[in-house]
């Protein structure tokens, strides 16, 4: 396999896992990035924890999904990372759950 094929190879694994994203995303409440991956779930438990004057995160995914190229199962029943790095956890937004306001200013009538 040529170096180039293996860059064609890996460029169509990210695009089919951007897919599956964009499929499965809707089926979850939250965002969670951390410094090694990238996560949907359903629900997150976030703790900050010390020892020996370490703070750490610790994080509980329940019902998940996993942005990794290289799992054959990205659907994951309970998560937990540990991590002495930033979590950023975002609440999704659903479609039906947005209100707009009826003066948003979008130049209509």
């Known amino acids: 396999m040529s170096a180039e094929d293996l860059e064609n190879y890996e460029t ?32 997150v438990d976030m703790k900050a924890r010390s020892a020996d004057g370490e703070v750490y995160f610790d994080v509980t995914l329940t019902d998940a999904w996993v942005w990794d ?16 790095k930033d979590v950023n956890i975002e609440e999704l937004s659903r479609i039906e759950d947005l209100t707009i306001p009826k003066d948003a200013g979008m130049g209509l009538g």
């Open 69 to 84: 190229v290289y799992r054959t199962a990205r659907f994951v029943k309970t998560v937990r990372i540990v991590t002495f």
């Open 12 to 43: 169509d694994m990210e695009l089919q896992l951007y897919r599956e994203y964009k499929d499965v995303a809707n089926l979850f409440n939250y965002v969670v990035e951390t410094e090694r991956r990238f996560y949907l779930a359903n629900a």
